[in-house]
């Protein structure tokens, strides 16, 4: 079964770094892949994607030039590098791809922004 399960989260204080990871299973990983996030009493919103190949990312205003979305395809993994981030990137961190028509989200990992 399809499988997907981040990791990386953590507290970090403004300005700092963190780098997310999204570990595939269960399925060729030749999809697209996004990353969203969630902060407390919000919707959820997408964040950055990337092609099957990797060759081709996107990027939501709000993490453009901080954020930079890759993948290793040996690995079945994509990986989400934050920098500068602030505490209005606190949020609850998830992977998505879609496989067959069907969309498949990983549990999430919380990044918490806060000196």
């Known amino acids: 079964q399809v499988q997907l399960v981040e990791s990386g989260g953590g507290l970090v204080q403004p300005g700092g770094s963190l780098r997310l990871s999204c570990a595939a299973s269960?399925?060729?990983?030749?999809?697209?892949m996004l990353w969203f996030r969630q902060a407390p009493g919000k919707e959820r919103e997408w964040v950055a994607g990337?092609?099957?190949?990797?060759?081709?990312?996107s990027y939501a205003d709000s993490v453009k030039g901080r954020f930079t979305i890759s993948r290793d395809n040996a690995k079945k993994s994509v990986y989400l590098q934050m920098n500068s981030l602030k505490p209005e990137d606190t949020a609850v961190y998830y992977c998505?791809?879609?496989?067959?028509?069907?969309?498949?989200w990983g549990q999430g990992t919380q990044v918490t922004v806060s000196s």
């Open positions: 998505k791809t879609s496989n067959f028509g069907r969309d498949y």
């Open positions: 269960g399925f060729t990983f030749t999809t697209s």
């Open positions: 990337i092609s099957a190949t990797g060759g081709m990312t």
